[in-house]
């Protein structure tokens, strides 16, 4: 039997996720769910947005479900994604973006870069260390690669060695395994990328890049298919995994049931492909189409379905109804 925590969090974590728990309940009835309580909210009651025994939770269970987490901009406040990511080891973060005509996957290293949590704040001046390990490099570049391998594909290696140093280390770190792979793969500046991955889409395949690179180029990526409704995403370990739409906790949004689930039931079907049911995925994409192609979209698709709603109509198309 297999173990899932489901971290709801904050804002439209608390709506779009039971939507996605549902699916998966509905494909897997003999699986164990249970709660786990992190964020913003939970810093407001307790003064800890996420403390040792929320991770020690997290640890036993087989992979994780996780909404969104607000995080305030205060210099005292630790995002609780970023711990989780380090206390799990999450190095790689995949981030599909799939349409008609293209199937990319961005492969962004997860655990080092300006995320490091090396800061120092004073009165006038704000430091963040940017780390770029050969260890983070080459084991990210070998989840990519692997990537490569299944899909029969090629690797686009993004940076920016021309202006900063650790983003030679990465580029070369990267360009040597690839070269040892034997696989077909080029390189590219991050921001001449971003905009040809949204001119040509169809010319790539997986994309690997750094930390906050991976963030930005995925969200605008993101662009491509709908938005970040639509975006999901998975953190993968060595021993744990992770699962979460690619959007924010959106405050402004939450509670008026408008927020779009589709990330959320897009995660839950990687979730299912990580722990080997390709076929549970499979059934969730393809309900997410049948109901798209009914018309019945949230707002920011153009429909006016409600969180709830749109959740409903693809539950039915699992169950088959």
Not at 121 to 137: K, P, Y
């Amino acid at each position: 039997m297999k173990r899932i925590a489901v971290v709801e969090g904050d804002g439209i974590g608390r709506e779009v996720i039971p939507v996605a728990r549902r699916a998966l309940e509905a494909l897997h009835p003999e699986y164990e769910f249970f709660p786990v309580e992190v964020g913003y909210g939970k810093w407001e009651q307790t003064g800890c947005p996420c403390a040792d025994r929320e991770i020690d939770e997290l640890k036993t269970a087989d992979a994780v479900l996780f909404g969104a987490v607000t995080t305030p901009p205060m210099k005292d406040y630790q995002s609780v994604v970023l711990r989780i990511r380090k206390a799990l080891d999450l190095y790689a973060n995949l981030r599909p973006v799939k349409g008609n005509g293209f199937d990319i996957m961005i492969v962004r290293e997860n655990t080092e870069g300006l995320y490091s949590g090396i800061e120092e704040f004073f009165h006038d001046r704000a430091t963040t260390l940017r780390v770029v390990t050969r260890a983070g490099s080459e084991r990210i570049v070998r989840s990519a690669i692997r990537l490569v391998q299944e899909r029969k594909g090629h690797l686009t290696i993004g940076h920016k060695a021309n202006v900063l140093k650790s983003d030679v280390l990465f580029r070369d770190v990267c360009t040597s395994e690839a070269k040892k792979a034997g696989i077909v793969f080029n390189d590219r500046f991050i921001d001449a990328l971003a905009l040809d991955l949204l001119q040509h889409p169809a010319a790539y395949d997986v994309v690997v890049t750094t930390n906050i690179f991976g963030d930005i180029l995925s969200d605008v990526a993101s662009y491509l298919v709908g938005g970040l409704g639509l975006a999901p995403s998975a953190n993968i370990g060595d021993r744990y995994a992770l699962f979460e739409p690619v959007h924010g906790s959106a405050p402004d949004i939450a509670g008026k049931n408008i927020a779009n689930p589709v990330a959320a039931l897009r995660s839950a079907a990687m979730l299912l492909s990580y722990l080997g049911d390709r076929n549970g995925a499979s059934r969730i994409e393809a309900s997410l189409e049948r109901v798209l192609s009914q018309g019945i979209r949230t707002r920011d698709l153009g429909g006016s379905a409600g969180t709830r709603e749109f959740g409903d109509a693809v539950l039915r198309e699992i169950c088959g109804e």
